[in-house]
T-cell receptor, first 115, second 120 residues
């Protein structure tokens, strides 16, 4: 079984401030973890992924995430928010090679950037 | 454009009608996935194909839903006797298996733009 919990359905930060979006996972086998971004009326774009290599993962657009097994967390951060970061962000987990291939998503966090 | 494409992008139908959506994956991807996303929620898995074989179906996929991938390339998702509760965004994704997947590397799913279904 696998699940993801995203704390905070809405997060607002000022332009230039730190972005922190929280994700905690549950998985019965070693997980593969992903962050996707969704702009209005569009599909999902991959920001970054953790697949059992380095625990600190760097992605596109200046985002990064750290896999912490002891905390079962995979929080997404960006040092300085831009207006273009305003979107919906989804954390997702899969068991991949160890189990099923489906992605299980969290309920999403809507990020608003305050000018 | 070499990404995942979906057709149509929008569909409005009356309750009780049948609808069919198409997904064209990235050409070299042998795995294809369907998800449903309702307003304010994350996508939920519906079904998945490896080549033409449908390997997993969610309990969300009631008997009114059927998906096919007849030649292992494009896929169709049909909903019969649509209900208002079927209104959602239907997302298709595809991926290829990394040759060293059992050692750790894992290729992600690439998503299409989705088909938004509205049932009146």
């Amino acid at each position: 079984a696998q699940s993801v919990t995203q704390l905070g359905s809405h997060v607002s930060v000022s332009e230039g401030a730190l972005v922190l979006l929280r994700c905690n996972y549950s998985s019965s086998v070693p997980p593969y973890l992903f962050w996707y971004v969704q702009y209005p009326n569009q599909g999902l774009q991959l920001l970054l992924k953790y697949t059992s290599a380095a625990t600190l993962v760097k992605g596109i657009n200046g985002f990064e995430a750290e896999f912490k097994k002891s905390e079962t967390s995979f929080h997404l951060t960006k040092p300085s928010a831009h207006m273009s970061d305003a979107a919906e962000y989804f954390c997702a987990v899969t068991q991949g090679w160890f189990g099923n291939e489906k992605l299980t998503f969290g309920t999403g966090t809507r990020l608003t950037i305050i000018p | 454009d070499t990404g995942v494409s979906q057709d149509p992008r929008h569909k409005i139908t009356k309750r009780g009608q049948n609808v069919t959506f198409r997904c064209d994956p990235i050409s070299e991807h042998n795995r294809l996935y369907w998800y449903r996303q309702t307003l304010g929620q994350g996508p939920e898995f519906l079904t998945y194909f490896q080549n033409e074989a449908q390997l997993e179906k969610s309990r969300l996929l009631s008997d009114r839903f059927s998906a096919e991938r007849p030649k292992g390339s494009f896929s169709t998702l049909e909903i019969q006797r649509t209900e208002q509760g079927d209104s959602a965004m239907y997302l298709c994704a595809s991926r290829s298996r990394h040759p060293a997947e059992r050692l750790g590397p894992y290729n992600e799913q690439f998503f299409g733009p989705g088909t938004r279904l509205t049932v009146l």
